[in-house]
C-alpha cells in the first residue's frame, strides 16, 4: 500500500530537548515536504526537498533541521524546539517526473513544547 | 508570493444539498491540488489539476487558468463530507506550495 508514515504521532517535550520527526515513504517519489499546520493560519511549508541530498527552505524555516540522505526518508530535526513550535506538522511525498503529479500525505505528529 | 483564498471559510448545509468551494489564487500556477482534512487530522488528497474538470464520484473539481480560480463541487452532499478543505498550488517557477487556509463544511442529516 502506497503510504507516507510519521512517527510519533503525538510528542509532548520540554523547551530546548534535541527532537527528530520521522518520515518515510514507499513510493519511491523524488519530492518531500514538511509543513506546519496551525488556526487560522492554515499549512506552512517548512522545508522541502527534490531528491537526495538537495533540500531547500519553504515559507517557515527557522528552527528546523531537515536532512535526505536516503530517497525514502526524510526526518524533521528541531534542534532547540520553542513554545512557538507547538503544532500539527505533516510529512508529504510526490513524484517530480513532472509538476502536474498527486501527493500523499502522513497522518500527522501533534508536537506540545512546554 | 503567491496568495491562495478560499471561501467560504465555513459552510454548514443539508443532506442532499449541492455545494461548492472556490479556491483563487494571484500567479501563474503549474498545479493546483484540492485536499481533505477530516476532524481526526488526517490529510488526503482529492484532486490535482492544471486544467479543465475532473470528477470522482459526487465530487467535482473544475479549473480556469485565465481567471486563476478553482471550484470543488460536492454533489448530493453526505455527512461524511463534513470536515475542511484545502486548496494549495504550486505555481509554475517554484518547487514550493502554498496553501489557502481551508473551508470547514459540516453537512446535517
Known amino acids: 500500500e502506497a503510504q507516507v508514515t510519521q512517527n510519533p504521532r503525538y510528542l509532548i517535550t520540554v523547551t530546548g530537548k534535541k527532537l527528530t520527526v520521522t518520515c518515510s515513504q514507499n513510493?519511491?517519489?523524488?519530492?518531500m515536504s514538511w509543513y506546519r499546520q496551525d488556526p487560522g493560519l492554515g499549512l506552512r511549508q517548512i522545508y522541502y526537498?527534490?531528491?537526495?541530498?538537495?533540500?531547500d527552505k519553504g515559507d517557515v524555516p527557522e528552527g528546523y533541521k531537515v536532512s535526505r540522505k536516503e530517497k525514502r526518508n526524510f526526518p524533521l530535526i528541531l534542534e532547540s524546539p520553542s513554545p512557538n513550535q507547538t503544532s500539527l506538522y505533516f510529512c508529504?511525498?510526490?513524484?517530480?517526473?513532472?509538476?502536474?503529479?498527486?501527493?500523499?500525505f502522513g497522518q500527522g505528529t501533534r508536537l506540545t513544547v512546554v | 508570493k503567491n496568495e491562495v483564498e478560499q471561501s467560504p471559510q465555513n459552510l454548514t448545509a443539508q443532506e442532499g444539498e449541492f455545494i461548492t468551494i472556490n479556491c483563487s489564487y494571484s500567479?501563474?500556477?503549474?498545479?493546483l491540488h484540492w485536499l481533505q482534512q477530516h476532524p481526526g487530522g488526517g490529510i488526503v488528497s482529492l484532486f490535482m489539476?492544471?486544467?479543465?474538470?475532473k470528477k470522482h464520484g459526487r465530487l467535482i473539481a473544475t479549473i480556469n487558468i485565465q481567471e486563476k480560480h478553482s471550484s470543488l463541487h460536492i454533489t448530493a452532499s453526505h455527512p461524511r463530507d463534513s470536515a475542511v478543505y484545502i486548496c494549495?498550488?504550486?505555481w509554475g517557477g517554484g518547487n514550493q506550495f502554498y496553501f489557502g487556509t481551508g473551508t470547514s463544511l459540516t453537512v446535517i442529516p
Open positions: 489539476l492544471s486544467s479543465g474538470k
Open positions: 494549495a498550488v504550486r
Open positions: 526537498s527534490m531528491n537526495v541530498e538537495v533540500t
Open positions: 508529504a511525498s510526490s513524484s517530480t517526473g513532472t509538476y502536474t503529479t498527486e501527493a500523499f
Open positions: 500567479v501563474g500556477i503549474s498545479a
Open positions: 513510493m519511491n517519489h523524488e519530492y
